[in-house]
């Protein structure tokens, strides 16, 4: 099938490009010797999965139970649930726990490690627990100076029937940069923070089996993972404009794009609407610290080619181009198709049910998307 057969809006993947950047960050990692385990909230597919881990361990991270249990159901049953663990959300972690050979979830708060065992023992399963850590984000964690960063993996660790897993920290402030050099300093700080908290660890007495960071940026940027056990990157099997602006990438190593038809010209005002609104791309605005007139995507044409344009507004099923050059504005004809390179892959994939698979100018395939919590 060629795109001009495809009905708009539709979500493309040039799996090619996706091959080659999981090839890229999987012999990053390994050459700063640490394991990678690829965060898949941002394409959630089983067969994008099987290309990050190819003849490696199949270990994943995951952002939903739902993710997990599809996840496990399909070979996969090495998971971490990065998201601080709750006790609505006890019961179907130990159910899944049983089907996996690992199950590692993640917790800050003082109390849920007493809770979460009692429930464990009741069942008689033992579960992998993180301290989540705070290295400067801000969204969940602990800071690495409080009484809370060494009494939390104490209580773990003499549970019954928890496992003290490690710290586990997610730098996503980085996304926040507004230059490369920021970016990599704060990549050495996300680190430097869980390799020095880890060694205080240590030094009173509490073994840390694993020390995992993670964030796109920061790894794609970092100089050594010394120190470090683990990497959890998710965005870089997709990449995207927000990515490419902040210097994680190329714009020519993003791989998802979304198809949209053009539906309306008006020549006054130099605007093309496109068929591609909120629910298609999402309203993520993007490296805005960067490239305040990012928009909510850029405008390529179907080959890929950037036509230095922008979706300058959003509705639900509407998006709004300025088209201020009069010769390209003459050539967006309502019909035409293009191709838009979303802000924020992982959001914009989350709008659809599947994955237009484009190889040598063709979609050859189509995989599905899993989504729910």
Same mark, same amino acid.
């Given at each position: 099938m060629n795109l001009s057969e495809l009905p708009t809006p539709a979500l493309v993947l040039d799996v090619a490009r996706v091959r080659r950047n999981a090839e890229r960050m999987q012999t990053r990692v390994e050459q700063m010797c640490a394991r990678l385990r690829p965060h898949i909230k941002t394409h959630k597919c089983v067969e994008v999965a099987r290309l990050q881990t190819s003849a490696r361990s199949p270990a994943l991270t995951v952002s939903t139970l739902a993710e997990a249990r599809w996840f496990a159901a399909r070979g996969f049953t090495d998971l971490t649930y990065a998201?601080?663990?709750?006790?609505?959300?006890f019961a179907a972690a130990i159910e899944l726990a049983r089907e996996c050979e690992r199950l590692a979830l993640i917790t800050? !708060?003082?109390?849920?490690?007493?809770?979460?065992?009692?429930?464990?023992?009741?069942?008689?399963?033992?579960?992998?627990?993180?301290?989540?850590?705070?290295?400067?984000?801000?969204?969940?964690?602990?800071e690495p100076e409080t009484p809370e960063a060494f009494e939390i993996p104490r209580r773990i660790a003499d549970a019954s029937h928890l496992r003290f897993a490690g710290i586990l920290t997610h730098a996503g402030h980085s996304y926040h940069s507004r230059s490369?050099? #920021?970016?990599? $300093?704060?990549?050495?700080?996300?680190?430097?923070?869980?390799?020095?908290?880890?060694?205080?660890?240590?030094?009173? !007495?509490?073994?840390?089996?694993?020390?995992?960071?993670?964030?796109?940026? +920061?790894?794609?940027?970092?100089?050594?993972?010394?120190?470090? !056990?683990? %990497?959890?990157?998710?965005?870089?099997?997709?990449?995207?404009?927000?990515?490419? +602006?902040?210097?994680?990438?190329r714009f020519e190593d993003c791989a998802l794009t979304v198809l949209?038809?053009?539906?309306?010209?008006?020549?006054?005002? @130099?605007?093309?609407?496109? &068929?591609?609104?909120?629910?298609?791309?999402?309203? &993520?605005?993007?490296?805005?610290?960067?490239?305040?007139?990012?928009?909510?995507?850029?405008?390529? &044409?179907p #080959?890929?080619?950037?036509?230095?344009?922008?979706? $300058?507004?959003?509705?639900?099923?509407?998006?709004?181009?300025?088209?201020?050059?009069?010769?390209l504005f003459d050539q967006l004809?309502?019909?035409? @198709?293009?191709?838009?390179?979303?802000?924020?892959?992982?959001?914009? %994939?989350?709008?659809?049910?599947?994955?237009?698979?484009?190889?040598?100018?063709?979609?050859?395939?189509?995989?599905?998307i899993q989504r729910g919590w």
């Open positions: 998201v601080p663990i709750e006790p609505g959300k800050d !708060d003082a109390d849920i490690s007493a809770q979460l065992n009692a429930e464990a023992r009741a069942e008689n399963v033992k579960l992998d627990l993180f301290l989540k850590v705070d290295c400067g984000y801000h969204r969940c964690g602990v490369l050099e #920021e970016l990599r $300093s704060l990549a050495r700080h996300e680190r430097d923070v869980m390799v020095e908290f880890a060694a205080a660890l240590r030094g009173a !007495d509490i073994a840390v089996p694993v020390v995992s960071i993670g964030s796109t940026p +920061t790894i794609s940027t970092v100089e050594h993972l010394e120190g470090v !056990d683990e %990497a959890r990157p998710g965005n870089y099997i997709f990449f995207d404009a927000f990515q490419a +602006t902040l210097g994680s990438c949209a038809s053009v539906v309306h010209r008006d020549r006054t005002r @130099r605007k093309v609407v496109i &068929d591609a609104g909120a629910i298609a791309l999402s309203k &993520d605005r993007g490296a805005v610290d960067a490239d305040p007139a990012c928009g909510y995507g850029r405008v390529l &044409d #080959e890929g080619l950037d036509l230095n344009l922008r979706v $300058s507004s959003l509705s639900q099923e509407h998006g709004i181009i300025d088209a201020l050059d009069d010769a004809k309502v019909g035409t @198709r293009l191709r838009i390179l979303a802000n924020h892959s992982c959001l914009t %994939a989350a709008q659809h049910p599947h994955y237009n698979v484009l190889e040598a100018g063709r979609i050859v395939d189509r995989w599905q």
